[in-house]
């Protein structure tokens, strides 16, 4: 009977993501939604497929130091943003809606269209 030594020894060392990893990968969300880019497009600048970069948003895959600091350039940000800021400032889902709804209203191709969403949001905030 032969034995498989390497059976579920390699997850056993493997570091699991910790809660700084998701707060970091909602940071790379953030700045790259903020920019208006894909997860291709990002994926594309900093070498790792967009199924990697979804990993590193979701905070499922940890980073390694030398993947941040081609971020923190790409983005040019210093390492410090994300070390500094607290988690609430980015994982607010207010946060991720304002982006969304930013993406969004850049994609409108009519000026017209723009204006109209704009009025419509700023007297829907004048009339809470």
């Not at 699991?16 to 998701?22: P, Q, V």
């Not at 905070?59 to 410090?80: D, Q, W, Y």
Request: charged share 30%; with cysteine; net charge positive.
């Amino acid at each position: 009977m032969r034995l498989n030594i390497n059976m579920k020894t390699k997850n056993l060392n493997k570091p699991r993501a910790t809660e700084f990893d998701k707060v970091l990968g909602s940071k790379i969300k953030y700045l790259r939604c903020s920019n208006n880019w894909s997860r291709s497009e990002l994926g594309n600048r900093i070498n790792v497929s967009q199924q990697q970069l979804a990993k590193y948003e979701n905070g499922s895959n940890r980073l390694c130091m030398g993947r941040l600091i081609l971020i923190a350039k790409t983005f040019r940000k210093k390492l410090s943003f994300f070390f500094d800021q607290e988690k609430e400032e980015v994982k607010n889902p207010k946060n991720d809606l304002a982006i969304e709804f930013g993406m969004n209203f850049m994609r409108l191709k009519n000026p017209q269209h723009q204006v109209a969403i704009n009025y419509l949001v700023k007297n829907l905030g004048e009339n809470k």
